[in-house]
């Protein structure tokens, strides 16, 4: 029986489970909005209301936490300095899912884990601005040699 057991297994191992986790919580700090299945949404909404509850007390053995859950400097870096200071008057519930759906291929319930009050930019931040190409740039300098 699974009587007080807190979490959902989702079909891993404890240690794929566990990275599973870290890896949203930091692709969901980086972006502030992520697209997954309803059942991992649900697994890591309330860990990431733990880390931003976490990232709002600036002690040196918070940070350090931080560090340590996320293995990442830069994510707990945003949370210290960023989210903790968006959601300074709010007392829980920093993040929102919406439900989206189902995924084409095995009818698995998607869904939209994103932070409340969350920077519209920040799911860009990966995606590089469109250069031009060396034929647009051929089709400019015909251009301005034919006018």
Not at 57 to 65: A, I, P, S, V, Y
Not at 66 to 94: F, H, I, M, P, W
Not at 106 to 114: G, L, R, T, Y
Request: proline share 3%; aromatic share 4%.
């Amino acid at each position: 029986m699974r009587h007080g057991m807190s979490n959902k297994k989702l079909n891993r191992t404890s240690e794929h489970r566990k990275a599973l986790l870290k890896n949203m919580l930091n692709s969901l700090i980086k972006y502030e909005q992520i697209k997954t299945t309803l059942p991992k949404a649900k697994f890591l909404k309330p860990q990431a209301d733990k880390i931003i509850t976490l990232g709002k007390k600036d002690t040196l053995h918070n940070t350090k936490m931080l560090v340590s859950q996320l293995q990442d400097t830069k994510s707990a870096d945003k949370v210290k300095k960023t989210l903790s200071k968006r959601y300074e008057k709010r007392t829980g519930g920093y993040t929102r899912i919406i439900k989206a759906g189902f995924r084409y291929g095995d009818n698995a319930p998607m869904a939209i884990i994103e932070f409340v009050d969350r920077d519209v930019e920040a799911k860009r931040i990966d995606k590089k601005k469109k250069e031009p190409t060396k034929e647009a740039d051929k089709k400019e300098e015909k251009n301005i040699a034919t006018a």
